[in-house]
């Protein structure tokens, strides 16, 4: 069971906005940043939001990231096909010493 | 640009030290703030962090793995090390090294992933 709660599937349209929540405790999202990852089928994951709400150089600004108390967000606009992949999100966790902790992950469809 | 690459046996008998390798190109392992990490992820499942490593030497460990874990930074080959003790088929699944800017960032830049498999 991971530490970070994500639901595990979503789907959408081409041009439809889409969203992935991430739901944690006070000792990841509620002091921490949250990180997205996006992985392809049969790829490395790569960060696509970082601090929460920022991209990385190169990634669409199709994609945002938001965070409210002890949850998160990441939105598409403007889905495409290529959009169709798993996405993580991730935190730091201040318990048990620190650790790195994740959700468990949302499949993401395009119809 | 900094690459990131894998490298180890893809079969280790249970009981074994599973032991990985992780060479990093394209800049140095010593660069400023960076910590290195392994991540891996079991077939057909989510990601799960294993431990971190700053270039000095300190390093981050799960606490679910913690007692199993040691990773190690070798400056001189600009390279770092995974060894997971005592493994099960549990244990069996993608291991991907990764670069955090600071232990509280996102993991910027990826290796392509090594699969180990836990068998005997």
């Known amino acids: 069971q991971s530490v970070l709660t994500q639901p595990p599937s979503a789907s959408g349209t081409p041009g439809q906005r889409v969203t992935v929540s991430c739901s944690g405790s006070s000792s990841n999202i509620g002091s921490r940043t949250v990180n997205w990852y996006q992985q392809l089928p049969g790829t490395a994951p790569k960060l696509i939001i970082y601090s929460s709400n920022q991209r990385p150089s190169g990634v669409p600004d199709r994609f945002s990231g938001s965070k409210s108390g002890t949850s998160a967000s990441l939105a598409i606009s403007g889905l495409q096909s290529e959009d169709e992949a798993d996405y993580y999100c991730a935190a730091w966790d201040d318990s048990l010493n620190g650790r790195v902790v994740f959700g468990g992950g949302t499949k993401l469809t395009v119809l | 640009q900094l690459q990131l690459q894998e490298s180890g046996p893809g079969l280790v008998k249970p009981s074994e030290t599973l032991s990985l390798t992780c060479t990093v190109s394209g800049g140095s392992i010593s660069s400023s703030n960076n910590n290195w990490g392994w991540i891996r992820q079991p077939p057909g499942e989510g990601l799960e962090w294993i431990g971190s490593?700053?270039?000095?030497?300190?390093?981050y460990y799960n606490p679910s793995l913690k007692s199993r874990v040691t990773i190690s930074v070798d400056t001189s080959k600009n390279q770092f090390s995974l060894k997971l003790s005592s493994v099960t088929a549990a244990d069996t699944a993608v291991y991907y090294c990764?670069?955090?800017?600071?232990?509280?960032?996102?993991?910027?830049?990826w290796g392509q992933g090594t699969t180990v498999t836990v068998s005997s």
């Open positions: 990764a670069r955090n800017p600071c232990i509280t960032c996102g993991m910027d830049v």
């Open positions: 490593i700053y270039y000095s030497g300190s390093t």
